[in-house]
């Protein structure tokens, strides 16, 4: 356990590292073709760093209020708190804020930049369709991510996805509408199709990474959720109802989708796994049942 928090601290900042790498790496080539200098680095820069603190500090409530989760107290739903309030307890974390999603899609989320700093949102609908020890899982395994860091490196990840993609898109669009300054720049046009090829690729290789981590994430919240019940057929239960019911999510959102424990497009046209926010719900129960 104590590996995985130490693990996902260090990929924080590796990965953070990289996406700063890929952004100015997109100023540089947009100042070649715009001949601006240096100015278009430091605007990417300024962007990328607006963008992740406001995120880091306010990323949590922007994904609540865009699922339409509300906060409760301990007398509104006192056997969902108490449950939250126990596994808290057990896992040695702050009991993160409480928030009910009236929906009947089966579904639930952690977010937040820390364990003194998170929330835990579950739907209506997975609250009434699972038993005890099913709903036990399920929280457990939100508590996980909450304790393993995954909230912080979740949001690092996809505030750095969208400044890509957003610069990208500007490049793209700068390429294509605007006219050179002049002919000063004849003797750059290798750089300039290098910029062109990582505007284009930039926000794939994004996506693709931010895919890969949240999949490998979710097998990681499994087993810790496990350990923390020491009942893994609770889980692999849940997540076979959760499978089962071919209910979407009524605010489902790509921007957060990867923050749930199953995909909110439920009854949409299936993803290649490999462009997949989650891993099959077939793979975690086959390696929460090994356990």
């Not at 952004?23 to 200098?37: C, P």
């Not at 989320?109 to 997975?126: K, N, Q, V, Y």
């Not at 090829?197 to 994430?217: D, E, M, N």
């Not at 790509?254 to 439920?266: D, G, N, V």
């Amino acid at each position: 356990m104590y590996q995985q928090i130490d693990s996902n601290k260090r990929k924080s900042i590796l990965l953070m590292t990289l996406f700063i790498l890929v952004i100015v790496g997109l100023g540089w080539a947009w100042s070649i073709y715009s001949q601006d200098g240096y100015i278009m680095i430091f605007f990417a820069l300024a962007l990328a760093i607006i963008m992740s603190l406001t995120s880091f500090f306010g990323g949590d409530k922007i994904a609540l209020a865009q699922a339409g989760a509300k906060a409760i107290k301990k007398n509104d739903n006192p056997y969902v708190w108490r449950m939250i309030e126990n596994l808290s307890i057990t896992a040695g974390i702050p009991m993160p804020k409480v928030y009910i999603i009236n929906d009947p899609a089966m579904n639930a989320f952690a977010t937040g930049r820390d364990p003194e700093h998170s929330s835990i949102a579950l739907t209506t609908g997975i609250i009434n369709g699972l038993e005890n020890q099913e709903l036990e899982g399920v929280i457990a395994h939100e508590l996980s991510h909450v304790k393993n860091y995954d909230i912080r490196l979740m949001m690092i990840v996809i505030v750095c996805v969208g400044v890509i993609t957003l610069l990208a898109d500007w490049m793209l669009r700068s390429f294509f509408w605007r006219g050179r300054k002049g002919n000063d720049n004849k003797g750059n046009g290798i750089l300039l199709i290098v910029g062109l090829v990582l505007a284009v690729l930039s926000p794939l290789f994004a996506k693709l990474i931010q895919l890969a981590v949240s999949r490998k994430r979710e097998f990681l919240a499994d087993a810790s959720g496990a350990l923390l019940t020491r009942y893994p057929e609770g889980l692999a239960t849940a997540l076979e109802k959760i499978s089962k019911q071919n209910t979407p999510l009524k605010n489902a959102n790509k921007a957060t989708a990867h923050l749930y424990i199953s995909s909110p497009f439920k009854g949409k046209k299936k993803q290649n796994k490999f462009f997949s926010t989650h891993p099959p719900i077939q793979e975690r129960v086959s390696a929460l049942r090994k356990m």
